[in-house]
């Protein structure tokens, strides 16, 4: 029963509960019309203290669809956090005035705070450089619809494996999938954390390889999920500029990928991929967002309890 839950971690549900959303976001892709009114009343109130396109006009455009109103914020300085009121006391506010909160936050574990200030359902919509698990949602919702199943595939991900929030929440969600490999592709100063790869990765027996160069493995991978090297999330502005360009997937690399490899990004993305990559079939990252819509749709109905 998922009616009344926080999403705060990729873990926080079951993989049957997974299963059940993916349905429901199945029909609606299929149906969209029946579902139009299901959230006639209810409201979702949006606190992105970071900036947003993508998650946050999803939730939206997710609830609206649905037959629901929004309201929030997308700017932290128009809220009274600026006057130094805490997290605590906003959500404690903000519960009373909405049905259901999605909220992006800088601070890792901000959203497992602002969870247990809450009187109504909290998504995590990205805390810091922790976890993203309504992308994952997205990913996966993807992968599900080009690949047919989550098990069996190698995975390379690549770019920044540190801070990436949408890469450790992917990482988790995957690792209970059988037969699943994973090739991790990153320069040595944006390795994935090692709590992630002791405790999901060799906690789990699950077979990785840390490699630096993408051209000498992408003609193994059934799925690349490429991810931008984060401005935001470095403290020194020059080792930012010396990583920035370490990954760069264009036509002359893709030659060398399998047929049916599909290209994942969470978005956005800077110069990771060339756009005369956008064209190729395998492409699968603008459609990757528009099934975050969706999924989004189905989260936000299985958590207010109004689609079964
Ligand atoms: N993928 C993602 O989180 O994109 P935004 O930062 O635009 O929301």
């Known amino acids: 029963m998922l009616k009344g839950r926080n999403l705060i971690d990729p873990m926080d549900f079951s993989t049957k509960e997974l299963d059940e959303i993916f349905n429901l976001a199945e029909n609606i892709i299929e149906n969209p019309e029946k579902y139009s009114k299901v959230c006639d009343g209810k409201l979702l109130a949006t606190l992105f203290f970071e900036p947003s396109t993508r998650t946050r006009l999803s939730f939206e455009a997710a609830m609206l669809r649905l037959g629901g109103r929004v309201l929030g914020f997308s700017d932290s300085n ?96 995957l690792s209970r999938y059988p037969n699943n490999k994973f090739i991790l592709i990153s320069p040595e100063e944006l ?16 077979e990785f390889l840390e490699v630096d160069r993408l051209e000498d493995i992408i003609d193994k991978l059934d799925i690349l999920y490429m991810t931008r090297v984060q401005k935001e999330r470095f403290f020194n502005e020059e080792e930012y500029l010396r990583l920035k360009d370490s990954y760069v997937l ?40 528009k099934y975050g819509m969706y999924v989004r749709m189905a989260l936000i109905a299985k958590l207010l309890g109004v689609c079964e």
């Open 78 to 173: 128009s809220s009274s956090a600026t006057k130094g009121e805490s997290l605590a006391d906003t959500i404690t506010v903000v519960s009373g005035y909405s049905d259901i909160i999605a909220m992006r936050h800088p601070k890792e574990g901000s959203a497992r705070v602002a969870s247990m200030n809450s009187s109504v359902p909290v998504i995590n919509a990205g805390d810091g450089g922790h976890q993203h698990p309504t992308q994952t949602l997205t990913d996966l919702l993807t992968i599900k619809s080009k690949k047919r199943s989550f098990s069996n595939h190698i995975i390379g991900i690549c770019g920044d494996l540190k801070f990436g929030r949408t890469v450790h929440s992917l990482v988790k969600a």
């Open 250 to 289: 264009n036509e002359e690399k893709m030659k060398l990928a399998k047929e049916d490899m599909i290209i994942l990004h969470p978005l956005p993305r800077v110069n990771e991929i060339s756009v005369e990559v956008d064209k190729d079939k395998r492409a699968c990252y603008f459609q990757q967002t």
């Open 191 to 206: 390795k994935l954390p090692e709590y992630i790869k002791k405790e999901i990765l060799i906690k789990n027996n699950i």
